[in-house]
Structure formats: C-alpha cells, structure tokens
C-alpha cells in the first residue's frame, strides 16, 4: 500500500532531520498453525518497522485513526 511516511536521518552533527518519504506499506493477515487468534502485520517488511497486532487491536486502531482523520479535517 503506497504511503507517506516520515523518514528521520542524522547528519555529521549529530541533528536529526525530519522529511517526507513515499514508501510502501506490506499489509498481511495471517494465523498460526492450532492458534484462534488472527494477526495483522502492517510495515515496511524490515521488522524493525512494523507491528503485528491481533484483528481485535486493528478494529480499535481503525476506530480511533477515524476519529483523528474526523477532526483533522474539520480544521
């Protein structure tokens, strides 16, 4: 899924710069083997910056990614 996120680097001084960045975000449903519950890993695939999380937390972070998109856009 192609995003925008916000990449940070550090220059020779030590600061740390923000920009934006296109990237592409792996989105994969799956479940283990004599496991019920059904996980979701959402991230770049470099493990370092990604979440698995279990379709109940995903529920409640589209809920409240709802509420913050509502409010951003009545300004």
């Known amino acids: 899924m192609p995003c925008i996120a916000l990449e940070r680097t550090t220059d020779e001084t030590g600061t740390i710069h923000h920009h934006p960045t296109a990237t592409e975000l792996t989105l994969v449903r799956y479940q ?12 770049d695939d470099s ?10 937390s995903a529920r409640r972070l589209v809920n409240v990614l709802e509420q913050y998109v509502a409010v951003a856009e009545e300004g």
Do not use: N, V
């Open 32 to 43: 283990y083997p004599h496991d019920s519950d059904t996980w979701l890993y959402i991230g």
């Open 47 to 56: 493990r370092s910056h990604g979440l698995d999380i279990t379709l109940e």
